[in-house]
């Protein structure tokens, strides 16, 4: 379901791909090219559109892609990782290790220190946690 982010109204148009007719009529004296389209007239009445189209409110006006548009239950973290890459993901989950690793080198052998790091390392498992990332394997 797509709602405004804005207003919530339900009242959107979305910028789509269809196919038309071309039609072009070239003046012979000047050459020039006059073309038309009909979208009643194409052999297909097809139309496409995703999350990266642009979409805009009849009620208020609001646009903005489709995406912001999209109504969702989803908490904000389960969002970021759907539209994270595999390899984006691999990146972050490389960098994230390699932090818990010089947490772990260069934290000093005194409890405080310890405590610390483990403080820190258990927010970033927490992170890749909502990342879908799972550094413990």
Same mark, same amino acid.
């Given at each position: 379901?797509?709602?405004?982010?804005?207003?919530?109204?339900?009242?959107?148009?979305?910028?789509?791909?269809?196919?038309?007719?071309?039609?072009?009529?070239?003046?012979?004296?000047?050459?020039?090219?006059?073309?038309?389209?009909?979208?009643?007239?194409?052999?297909?009445?097809?139309?496409?559109?995703?999350?990266?189209?642009?979409?805009?409110?009849? =009620?208020?006006?609001? +646009?903005?892609?489709?995406? =912001?548009?999209?109504?969702?239950?989803?908490?904000?973290?389960?969002?970021? *990782?759907?539209?994270?890459?595999?390899?984006? *993901?691999?990146?972050?989950?490389?960098?994230?290790?390699?932090?818990?690793?010089?947490?772990?080198? +260069?934290?000093? *052998?005194?409890?405080? =220190?310890?405590?610390?790091?483990?403080? *820190?390392?258990?927010?970033?498992?927490?992170?890749?946690?909502?990342?879908?990332?799972?550094?413990?394997?």
């Amino acid at each position: 379901m797509y709602r405004c982010p804005k207003c919530g109204s339900a009242d959107l148009d979305v910028t789509a791909l269809i196919d038309v007719r071309l039609y072009q009529d070239e003046d012979e004296e000047t050459g020039e090219v006059e073309f038309e389209t009909d979208y009643g007239e194409a052999r297909s009445n097809d139309h496409e559109w995703d999350d990266g189209s642009m979409m805009s409110c009849r =009620s208020c006006g609001h +646009h903005g892609k489709a995406l =912001s548009f999209k109504k969702s239950d989803d908490s904000p973290s389960e969002v970021f *990782r759907r539209l994270l890459s595999r390899d984006q *993901r691999g990146i972050i989950e490389a960098s994230l290790i390699d932090t818990m690793n010089d947490l772990c080198n +260069h934290t000093d *052998r005194d409890k405080e =220190s310890e405590e610390w790091a483990s403080i *820190r390392m258990g927010e970033i498992k927490e992170i890749a946690k909502k990342l879908g990332l799972d550094l413990d394997a």
